[in-house]
């Protein structure tokens, strides 16, 4: 894997040296763009406007737009000049419970290694990130953006997970969702039944991603000539539209199998 930043994660008067490495990667198919008369690939063109020519990416700055109309041209110098401190270093402001935190505001995660021999520092807020179960709240600038983020132990390193900030998440009272419908109390309780039944301990190895997996066979049997097989969608039918009854069904159907 390839360093993606490099800095330091401090805490208190604690600084320990990381690299940052990127913990995901994607699991889809790439395609192509293609002319369907000729399946020539389309290629895209970064153009000037005004000459129509080609510009080559190491002409290519960035600009802010003025009221008049005007650029005023932004350097990768001047991103840092911003905020120096938070270009090179995760400042951990706070440690929260890692439970607390809603799902909802995760983004991007990285893992992080020592840069440094004496990885001692590291070691030691790893051991207790995991042994107190809290997260360290931070923010950096990766790539010109500043990122609220937590620093939390995974397995064996400590991992930067981004989190959204508070404004980036819509308000929920543009849902059309009423709060007046009554669910009885057997309803309920078939309901926290059958979620019981099918609980277990989450293992993401569990998962995997069908959806590219059965579409790459689709496309290995159209290059050896054959007509793929459309799979028809059979969804499940209840025998009536009674919740109780769906929902008993549903647990005798577990019950079961």
């Given amino acids: ?53 080609e510009v080559p990416y190491d002409k290519i700055v960035k600009g802010y737009k003025l009221d008049n109309d005007e650029y005023v041209i932004v350097e990768d110098a001047d991103f840092e000049a911003a905020a120096p401190e938070k270009s090179r ?26 840069d440094t021999k004496n990885n001692k520092a590291y070691a030691l807020l790893f051991q207790t990130l995991q042994q107190t179960k809290k997260a360290g709240v931070a923010r950096f600038v990766l790539r010109s953006t500043e990122s609220l983020c937590v620093v939390h132990a995974v397995k064996k390193s400590m991992v930067v997970t981004r989190i959204r900030f508070e404004q980036q998440i819509r308000d929920q009272d543009d849902l059309n969702i009423s709060d007046n419908v009554k669910v ?70 577990k019950k079961g199998a």
């Fill in 1 to 53: 894997m390839r360093a993606i930043w490099k800095g330091s994660i401090g805490f208190g008067l604690v600084s320990i040296p990381v690299k940052l490495y990127s913990a995901v990667q994607t699991s889809g198919i790439d395609l192509d763009m293609l002319d369907s008369r000729d399946h020539a690939h389309i290629k895209y063109q970064r153009v000037n406007e005004n000459t129509k020519k």
């Fill in 89 to 114: 270093v995760i400042e951990i402001e706070s440690f929260v419970d890692l439970e607390e935190i809603n799902p909802m505001y995760y983004e991007t995660s990285y893992y992080t290694e020592p």
């Fill in 184 to 253: 009885s109390k057997k309803e309920l309780d078939v309901g926290l039944a059958l979620v019981n039944q099918y609980a277990e301990k989450f293992d993401l190895s569990k998962y995997k991603d069908e959806y590219h997996t059965e579409l790459l066979e689709l496309i290995k049997a159209k290059a050896k000539g054959k007509r793929p097989t459309i799979k028809k969608l059979k969804p499940a039918k209840a025998k009536n539209d009674d919740l109780y009854d769906q929902l008993m069904s549903s647990l005798q159907a």
